[in-house]
Every structure is written in C-alpha cells, then in structure tokens.
C-alpha cells in the first residue's frame, strides 16, 4: 500500500526566515510525487510534479526536490502570501485504481508579517 | 474555460436523507476522481472514472455512488446519509495518468 507521510504537521515562520517541508513515501515504483498548494476553503493547486530521483523543479520562492524515498519543498524568504497548506502525493507506477495519487495529511504554513 | 465546478458550495443534511453533489469539467479530461477531505486525514479516494461509461471504486466508496455517462459529468449520490459523511468533496480531473489533478474548489458537507 502506498504511503505517504508529511511533517511537520504545522510551521510558523517569520518573514524572510527561509525553511523546508518534508515528504516521506513509500510506493512501489514511483511514477511521479506531485506537490499542491491548499488555501483555506479552497481546492489544492498544482505546485510541481517530479519524477525521478535528483530532479528540482522551482517556482518564484519555492524549491521543490526528490530522492529515493522523500522529498523537500524549500521556501526562501517567505512572505506572508505563502501561508497555505502544503499537500504531497504520489503515483505508483502500477496502474490501478485509475492511476490515482495517494496524498498526505498536509504542512500548515502560517507566515508571519 | 472555467475547468472544474462543483455545485452546490455548502449543504446540511439531516440524517437518512439523499443528494447528489455535482462535477462537471470542460478540459475534455477522461479521468475523474471524487475524494474527501477530512481535518488531519487527507484526501481520500472515494471513486473514479477513466472515462465516460467506466467507473470504479476507490478506498472508502460505502455509502456513495456515482455515474458517468458523458465526459463532462461526473455526480456523486449520497444515499441515506450518516453524520461519517460530514465532510469537504473535491471532484478532481487530470488529462493523463503523466499529469496533476485539477480540483474544484470543493462542497462542504454537514449531516445533523
């Protein structure tokens, strides 16, 4: 069974305080890790997907990296429009259940001015 | 191009009583996913649809159904709702099995 485990669960940052976000997965085979973004009362958006080991995708103040068994979202100098909740998912290589992405409990972001 | 619209926003429902939540996308996508989000435990798969007349279940499909006779639309039917059913539905898309989701942005749902 596909897993997937984000911490921290929370993470208060000051302003221009720099930090990262972990996903751990266990899959078997990983087809792709996609990261999305969460605002409060909406549905996730699309950050980055990666698909091998040592790839880094960036987008504005986001950084997102992968290995064999975990990856890292980076935010340099945050400011207080990246509070959000931070989702991690994976896709296993096998095709079933229509190739759906299993996803973890999510990291609150609260940056603060 | 409006993407994914999910009808309606907000609903409370009494216990035992039926709806159906709406999902409609105009990307063209063949694969639909119904999941629910509920605080500390994810999104979880309740089904999917790899195209228009195919559907199947996904992790906790009791007590849900769905339909999908054309590529657009893809509705979930509450049967007999239970106050386990209190929840956040997204209705998600994607245009391969190589691409991300695209969500709707969600019904909340209350049983009392």
């Known amino acids: 069974e596909d897993q997937v485990t984000q911490s921290p669960e929370a993470l208060r940052l000051q302003e221009g305080e720099s930090s990262s976000l972990n996903c751990s997965y266990t899959?078997?085979?990983?087809?792709?890790l996609f990261w999305y973004r969460q605002d409060p009362g909406k549905g996730p958006e699309f950050l980055f997907t990666?698909?091998?080991a040592g790839e880094e995708k960036e987008k504005e103040r986001l950084k997102a990296t992968l290995t064999k068994k975990e990856s890292f979202l980076h935010i340099t100098a945050p400011k207080p429009e990246d509070s959000a909740t931070y989702l991690c998912a994976v896709q296993a290589m096998e095709e079933t259940s229509g190739s759906r992405l299993t996803f973890g409990e999510g990291t609150q972001l609260t940056v603060n001015p | 191009n409006a993407g994914v619209t999910q009808t309606p926003k907000f609903r409370i429902l009494k216990i035992g009583q039926s709806m159906t939540l709406q999902c409609t996308q105009d990307m063209n996508h063949n694969y639909m996913y119904w999941y629910r989000q509920d605080p500390g435990m994810g999104l979880k798969l309740i089904y999917y649809s790899v195209g228009a007349g195919i559907t199947d279940k996904g992790e906790v499909p009791n007590g849900y159904n769905v339909s999908r006779s054309t590529t657009e639309d893809f509705p979930l039917r509450l049967e007999l709702a239970a106050p386990s059913q209190t929840s956040v539905y997204f209705c998600?898309?994607?245009?391969?099995?190589?691409?991300?989701?695209?969500f709707g942005s969600g019904t909340r749902l209350t049983v009392v």
């Open positions: 899959v078997s085979g990983l087809r792709g």
């Open positions: 990666l698909y091998s």
């Open positions: 998600a898309s994607r245009r391969g099995t190589s691409y991300g989701y695209t």
